[in-house]
């Protein structure tokens, strides 16, 4: 069996969730934390230490280039047997680069950026630790 997983990177740090399917339209970029919740599911979360190692890893990922950090926060986070899994990146480039290093499948496309979008409105609930207005301020300063 497949297990789905999205990578999220936000300006707080990277993230894994489970998701039960990729395939979101726009009108599931508005779901509420409810919906959403039977949707998604925490798996990882490793904050950025700093303003300036966001700064780099946001490079890198606009780059397409899978940075040491997210190497290692793959590696460490994802299941062992990764030819089960099904990675979601909203990122093609980013995508090219992950599958050269790990043996899974990835999955790109816009249905991932609406789940993404979601995610990203409700992080403040799906991530411990994470506050209403945090992502903002973490953006401000990169």
């Known amino acids: 069996m497949t297990t789905n997983?999205?990578?999220?990177e936000s300006p707080l740090g990277f993230a894994l969730f489970e998701a039960k399917r990729f395939h979101f339209d726009e009108?599931?970029?508005?779901?509420?934390?409810d919906a959403l919740s039977r949707e998604v599911k925490l798996?990882?979360?490793?904050?950025?230490?700093?303003?300036?190692?966001?700064?780099?890893?946001a490079?890198?990922?606009r780059e397409g280039t899978i940075g040491t950090q997210l190497s290692n926060f793959l590696e460490l986070n994802l299941p062992k047997k990764k030819k089960h899994v099904n990675l979601g990146i909203i990122d093609?480039?980013?995508?090219?680069?992950?599958?050269?290093?790990?043996?899974?499948?990835?999955t790109t496309g816009d249905s991932l950026r609406h789940l993404s979008r979601a995610v990203r409105e409700h992080s403040h609930k799906l991530i411990p630790n994470v506050k209403v207005g945090d992502t903002e301020k973490a953006q401000i300063s990169l």
């Open 5 to 8: 997983i999205l990578l999220y």
């Open 27 to 33: 009108s599931d970029a508005n779901l509420t934390y």
């Open 43 to 57: 798996k990882a979360f490793q904050p950025f230490e700093s303003s300036a190692d966001a700064l780099e890893n």
């Open 59 to 61: 490079k890198g990922i």
């Open 92 to 106: 093609k480039a980013l995508a090219t680069s992950i599958k050269g290093v790990f043996p899974l499948e990835c």
